[in-house]
């Protein structure tokens, strides 16, 4: 083949957008349950008195239950067995919610004072919104790669059909 061949395919600007519209979609939705399994997390440690290290196990835990289940209640809804929900689910969601804990957890840890701030801390909140942001602007590319191949959220899609 020519040097000059052209083997990549020209996608129109509508087909550029739907990807990336989805992919951000993709990436709010697993930044919702994220956030809501960190919030529960670290609400319940702080509450206990927990240190940082079983805290962040249980926000991470959390963020995982939260991240399927927000995939799975659609499905559910439209009739899939619970099975075949889960099995999407954690096929969707897997690789975008463990990004999301990675880069989220690094960032409230390497934040001084952002563990310890306690519940009424103006630091704390700023801090998990500050990471929480940037966890979801590293799992974006990744739900855009993975949609465009048909994994990720593109299956949910497929089966939901939205």
Request: proline fraction near 4%; aromatic fraction near 6%.
């Amino acid at each position: 083949m020519p040097a000059d061949a052209h083997s990549h395919h020209h996608h129109g600007t509508s087909s550029k957008n739907d990807l990336n519209r989805t992919a951000l979609s993709a990436t709010i939705h697993c930044l919702t349950g994220c956030a809501i399994g960190e919030v529960l997390g670290l609400i319940i440690g702080t509450a206990f008195g927990w240190g940082t290290g079983a805290t962040i196990v249980l926000a991470v835990a959390l963020a995982f239950l939260f991240g399927y289940a927000l995939t799975m209640l659609p499905l559910l809804r439209s009739g899939l067995p619970f099975g075949t929900a889960l099995g999407l689910a954690l096929a969707a969601d897997t690789a975008s919610i463990t990004i999301m804990e990675i880069v989220d957890n690094l960032i409230m840890v390497a934040i001084p004072g952002a563990m310890d701030a306690g519940l009424t801390s103006p630091l704390f909140w700023g801090s998990l919104a500050l990471s929480l942001l940037i966890a979801g602007a590293f799992a974006f590319p990744l739900n855009r790669w993975l949609i465009s191949r048909g994994r990720g959220h593109a299956v949910v899609h497929s089966v939901h059909g939205h």
